[in-house]
């Protein structure tokens, strides 16, 4: 990422983080002996770097932050609005079968196994997890949410969780990018098409 040629300028996000950046590469050189895998082959490697990110992005456990919202639901007196109730119970649910795929995502890859169609199927869990925590965290705190918290950028944890929710939605690829993996590796729908090969 130090060649000539190579810009990196963060995208500061609407929490304030800058968590993702564009990268511009003009006339970059790559010595042949840091290529990685054969000549003409990068989108398979960048696809071997997406899905263990997806992996990881898919492992993250969130069943702490679902038992900070409760705790901040209760203390704000939200806990006996039915429809708060029902969200929190169900986050509490997800959460759980969330950490218990990961867990059995990472066995499988401590045995030697690699993943496959699981990461996209634990991406897409956790992308859609994330908005539904976000709205359900900004509803928790009512129109406590509307003001200023205790972060680092002036956001509370659950403001936060509303406004930083995209990192995870967009990183390791989007949610209409996992649902294509999935039906095209697991339902068996066609291929999106493929550019034709370098003459």
Partial sequence: MRSPGIEVRPIVQINR???????HLDEVRIPGDQVIGELGQGWSVARTT???ERVMIGSISVLDRVLHLIEAARQAGHTDDPVIRQGLASAYTRASIMGYLGGRVQ????????PGAEASVMKLALSTFMAELGDLSIAALGTDGLLAGEGDHGYGQLQDQFLGQW???????????????IGEA???????????PPA
């Fill in 17 to 23: 983080n800058a968590h993702f950046n564009e990268v």
């Fill in 50 to 52: 997406l899905s263990a």
């Fill in 107 to 114: 066995a499988s890859i401590r045995r030697g196994g690699r």
């Fill in 167 to 181: 990192a995870a939605r967009i990183g390791g690829g989007t949610e209409q990018i996992q649902r294509n993996l």
């Fill in 186 to 196: 697991v339902l068996g729908l066609p291929r999106e098409p493929r550019p034709a």
